[in-house]
């Protein structure tokens, strides 16, 4: 029996992203397609937002010497002398003990010191408007690029469009945007006892797990995954099915056939092929140790356990990883939650844990699923996982930890 | 100027459940296609999973009486009458002093009490193997329909199929699932200075930043949204632009054009409907009261107000909720958040404020958002938002809230 020389997630994660340094090639997309999308490069303003002085209320352009001293008991007179419209350039300038009417969104004159809302002024006449209230010096006036300033960064390369955002871009006058491509990811399972969707259950062979978490992993980072037809323990399938993925994708995912105990040809089948590499057999982390990292023809080609929630885990605390930093991201999100358990586990390995998280007393508190490793149920319908450090022996009861909200 | 009669969030919500009590219609997708989608009936597995009593580990399947007194220093020499195949039915029984090899996710024998590990095994010749540990009552097995049941519900109606789910469901021998069809939403932008994606920036006017939003908002619950040439504030085009919404969706968001001050031409254009009721009129809720709700053809038009910000919480405070209703989902998510500012706010309406969260002393905290209301950038880049209940002054630092984040 091989010894596994295993490695610590740091290292994989180095010699990944050393190894296969990528540049992601970019494309231009429309506006609403840049939705959930991350972008590949900074992303500037084209204008000013806005790109007139305008008005935040409805009431009258005024300037400021005539109504600082104005309230109901000593209301002032001025004389309107223009109204602006929605969307209309007002060129009219504002003299001593004039206004202007100016509805909200509307461009105020150039020399507007404020908007005196119209709940506090009373309209005698066509021409003359009673101001029953002072304002501050420009006080509801949004200056130009009050919101967003010309060439002003507003997003950063790697980040997600967000819902939010493309009305932030619509705004800017930003009409397509340059966004990362999907690499295109092949996933092949192999295992005599793998049966495709499409079969039905017999014998004691079991349905695609796998893949299709794999799948699900890989689309929603804004990958595009393609589930090849499942390899028996065949070396030459196994073979024939890598040859076929190294033409249509930019990486393989190849799940099962990495634990010692089984029939292991995904590490024969890898090295069969002549410009092939293995960098990592076996890494240091639980659940997940029989994984292996390799190199055909330059793309990275990763042999996972069999295990679905070790298969899954490898992909959150490796994979995703090394995909974030294709993207430019190195920001890390989590929740902070109190754990509630006592966990023991040994050193010298970095642990994943699925937990749900909960309230007690006003406050988030989490707690790890504990199912066989085989089991996939739990691990569907849990809130999260911890990550757990290398060089811990554990969590106490009461510790907070940072959990990774699926 | 006329006055709202403002109806309370509950009042609203109570309405828009009651009056457009629709059953959304489902339709069959493949397990794949799945992903991200509602589900519109519970879902019940069709197997057993596992389907027959598997082995969690490499080793050999053995009777526990033979083996429960076995140690280190005590071994117990079993033989090896077969070997179980991955996938393959496994007919052998075992025999006093007997024992099956059985690789990790192989059957066992139908009497099997137990596997122990390979490296608890030495094995001395092809028939003979030294057993050096005992076992706990079935251990390291899993038993028929451990993980899932036969008939089991798995998820329930109105359940979101996330990306490990897809993984239960293939298991489960699922191929096929019923989700709720997008509902078809028309988004109608409204204002004489609202320019379409299209259009150059010029005078006075702006880019249509509500329609972006909107799409967004819909787009991530599984709507369909359309959005149209935006119509001036001209009650021809505005009615138009319904009618041939109502021939096209499902529901038709109006924006703009819903504030006092403004041409209200929605208010008109509604009622110029046959079929047409207008239902509520302004909603004590902040930002956002100027909203209308209607109905044409018993079909839900909402007026929402220009600013985007408060166009954006409407769609967050009440139509979102209205969807989830339809959707048969009652969960509420949010994280807990220690509010880290004195706010106060009058009472009587109901109040959204966007919040970022940070990290502080080990717990999470959140502070306010301050950004006038027709700006939108501080909107787009904070990480959630809080609702302060209609009776409250406001909320203290120090308080625990609810953050529902983004």
Known sequence: MKLFD??????????????????????KVSLIDSLNRYISDDIKSNINVPHFRKSLVDGYSVLFNDVFLASESNPVCLNKIDESYMGKICNTLLEEETCVYTPTGAMVPKNSQGVVMIEYCEVLNEKEILIQNSIAFNENIVEVGEDIKENEVLYEKGHLINERDIGVLAGSNIKEIDVYEKLTVGIISTGDEILDISEDIKEAKIKDINAY?????????????????????NLNDIINLIKKALNECDIILISGGSSVGKKDETLKAIESFENSEVLVEGIAIKPGKPTIIANICNKLV??????????????EAIFKQYIKSLYNIDKEEYTLCEFTYNY??????EEYLGVNIGK????LVCVPIFSKSSTIKQFAKCDGYIKIDRDLEG????DIVKVYTF
Not at 15 to 25: A, R
Not at 344 to 349: L, S, T
């Open 6 to 27: 295993v490695t610590t997630v740091d290292n994989v994660l180095e010699i990944m992203k050393n190894k296969f340094k990528k540049d992601i090639m970019s494309e």
């Open 213 to 233: 978490i794999l799948y699900g992993q890989l689309k929603n980072i804004n990958l595009n995954p393609i589930i090849y037809p499942s390899a028996k323990d």
């Open 302 to 315: 990763m042999g996972l356990p069999g295990h679905p929630l070790s298969c899954a885990f490898v992909i």
């Open 344 to 349: 023991h586990k040994a050193k010298g390995r």
């Open 360 to 363: 007690k007393d006003n406050k």
């Open 395 to 398: 969590i106490k009861n009461g």
